[in-house]
């Protein structure tokens, strides 16, 4: 929790005067134009906060178009954005924002209270009943300050609302009630550094500098967002000049954009955890559903061989779905490859000549994990055929518990902490949650009102013990996100907020002079 002292409000008041009027009033206008690679299609649904899902992938654009009212940022997790500032109650029952005067949206329309409290109750993505259920009330006694009110102490109030969710990021109240929320994804009002300025559906999103963002003014014009799903295409256009910025260069093309003098690899290890989740664990009649299976997938997976293959070894394996960067994080055994025992344990379970699994679900742009890794599991026995769907869709059915028979390769790169992970992926409820189990089900909301932080992890711990004893996943590693930049580029804000894959804050990235 954080709580700042009156010293601290007027210091920070302060600064945000000299950064924001003053440093508006002395920058240069923004100039030129910087084009992306965007390796996925681009749903206009990651265009408004209240469609945020427990994942990284919709702040590729959010960090552009939207503001917080506290988001992660460089240094600091847990910084204020739209709010300059906020406190705590002794009892934890309450929480104030004191929001910045005279920040705009993009049409004009003063950034209030009352968008802060329709944000949030408008917000239906990742935990919003969780979330919800536990605030009491909302109050805005004035235009700068928001009162949330909980029913019962929540040790993770804030990580839920300004960093695993998108309840936090706040949109004009007047406008979205005048043109729908259909209206809003044809024609998005934030209050970000970047305007829109047009979508054009699987080809390109193009926004434009707010010279009136009240931290910085951007220095870059113009930002375009090209979509090019293929990765060769990606680089062959990177290395034409037709882009700036590529997402997601790996393996040999990584190896070969390396060898280019005049262009820059940039690798971010990520808190983008994946995984290989089976859905079907649930059913008693389904292979699956016999520990031993999953525990033979497990063993048949050479992650590092994987990694070094796809990802130049970038990637970190942690063996957990929950990051390691996470506050409350428990560190599993190593992850161990060993194609002898998994062939063991799968005849014990009843399957001496392995199993069909049916369908591999994954995302497109991760195909080759998904190839990988049932070359690896085939070599044991586990047949399963590859189903790529293009991301948008693939996110959509596996939250709308689609893929209920087969196996999927699974990810998030959400900020939060080891609660709200496991809330999303874990606990009977989550937006991901095909089946649970109740004796980790019941420890959930044990935690959630504990106060004494050692308890409270003691609680946590034993929850991704058990989950890593039922071998719930089989974790690979948290994603190295392997990208290419263009002589054009000089800052390209790549690693600047720590966990963060994509670019951001935009308002840093700037042009060679």
Not at 87 to 111: I, Q
Not at 421 to 441: C, E, H, N, Q, W
Request: with cysteine; aromatic share 12%.
């Amino acid at each position: 929790m954080t709580t700042l002292s009156r010293r601290d409000v007027l210091a920070m008041t302060a600064a945000a005067a000299a950064a924001g009027v003053s440093g508006r009033a002395l920058a240069a206008a923004p100039s030129g134009q910087l084009t992306w690679a965007v390796h996925v299609s681009l749903s206009p649904t990651w265009f408004d906060p209240a469609d945020t899902q427990a994942l990284i992938t919709p702040f590729m654009v959010l960090y552009a178009l939207h503001d917080g009212v506290v988001k992660p940022m460089p240094g600091k997790l847990y910084t204020p954005s739209l709010a300059e500032s906020w406190t705590v109650s002794e009892d934890s029952l309450t929480y104030e924002f004191v929001l910045r005067d005279g920040v705009k949206f993009h049409n004009g329309d003063p950034v209030t209270a009352e968008d802060v409290k329709f944000s949030f109750e408008r917000y239906r993505g990742a935990s919003d009943k969780l979330m919800k259920d536990r605030v009491a009330s909302i109050e805005t006694p004035d235009p700068r300050h928001v009162r949330f009110k909980l029913k019962n102490p929540w040790p993770d109030f804030l990580t839920f609302y300004s960093t695993a969710s998108g309840a936090g990021w706040v949109v004009p109240k007047k406008y979205v009630e005048k043109v729908g929320d259909d209206g809003f994804r044809k024609h998005p009002i934030g209050a970000g550094p970047y305007k829109f300025v047009s979508y054009n559906p699987g080809v390109e999103l193009v926004l434009e500098a707010n010279e009136n963002y009240w931290r910085k003014v951007p220095a870059v014009k113009r930002v375009v967002m090209k979509v090019i799903t293929d990765e060769t295409t990606r680089l062959a256009s990177l290395k034409a000049g037709e882009v700036d910025i590529a997402y997601s260069i790996r393996g040999e093309l990584a190896e070969e954009l390396q060898k280019m003098p005049e262009l820059t690899l940039k690798g971010v290890v990520t808190q983008a955890s994946n995984w290989i989740y089976f859905p079907e664990q649930w059913d008693p009649k389904s292979p699956w559903h016999d520990v031993r299976v999953r525990q033979a997938a497990n063993l048949a997976l050479d992650r590092d061989g994987m990694n070094k293959a796809l990802f130049l070894g970038f990637c970190k394996i942690t063996n957990s779905i929950v990051p390691d960067t996470y506050e409350h994080y428990w560190q599993p055994p190593p992850a161990v490859f060993d194609r002898d025992k998994a062939k063991k344990l799968l005849a014990e379970a009843g399957f001496p000549n392995g199993f069909d699994a049916g369908t591999f679900w994954c995302d497109a742009s991760y195909s080759n994990i998904g190839e990988v890794a049932l070359d690896q599991f085939a070599q044991v026995g586990i047949r399963a055929k590859l189903n790529p769907v293009e991301r948008a869709g693939f996110l959509t059915a596996f939250g709308g518990k689609q893929y209920t028979k087969g196996i999927l390769r699974a990810a998030s790169g959400a900020f939060g902490n080891a609660a709200t992970r496991l809330a999303s992926f874990t606990i009977k409820g989550g937006a991901y949650v095909y089946g649970s189990y109740p004796d980790i089900d019941e420890l959930y909301p044990q935690q959630a009102v504990e106060l004494d932080p050692k308890k409270r992890y003691a609680i946590l711990e034993k929850m991704q013990r058990m989950v890593y004893e039922k071998s719930v996943y089989a974790p690979l590693w948290l994603l190295a996100f392997l990208n290419g930049v263009g002589p054009r580029v000089g800052e390209s804000s790549f690693g600047k907020i720590a966990g963060m894959p994509y670019t951001a804050p935009f308002e840093d990235i700037t042009l060679k002079a």
